[in-house]
């Protein structure tokens, strides 16, 4: 695109989930580089917020791996079978967790997730593992 006096460029990118969106633009002229310190602190800001986001995960995943779900199989088995997911793959997932020696969130997640790939269809995958995701609620 050309228009008089400017220089117009275009950059298209295609980012998947993006959760801070920033916009900047500036005039192409002899002080852009007056910018660069702006664009700095948004970068910046944008660290910050991406590290508070890993923070508060990494806090859940702990909190996921001291959180007992039950003391006996049919306890854990209970609790799943109410938050949606269904008996077959819970048993199987109760006992890999009991395999592993414990019903904490995090084993009976994990296990539930690795289940969760024999399911064919995609979009039946899908609602599945939106259900398991929302099991770590369990540990905020």
Known sequence: MQMKGYLVSH???????ATEVVEFTRKHTASVHESLSEIGRI????????DARRDS????????ME??????ADE???????KGIPRKL?????E???????FTLFSVVDALTRLSRAVINAGDRTQLEQRIGRLLALAA
């Open 57 to 64: 995960f990494v806090a859940v995943l702990r909190r996921a």
């Open 76 to 82: 854990v088995l209970k609790l799943l079978g109410d």
């Open 11 to 17: 950059l298209l990118y295609i980012v998947w989930d």
């Open 43 to 50: 970068i910046e800001q944008l660290v910050a917020k991406r």
């Open 67 to 72: 959180t007992r779900l039950g003391d006996e």
């Open 90 to 94: 819970a048993k199987s997932a109760t």
């Open 96 to 102: 890999t967790a009991r395999e592993q020696g414990r």
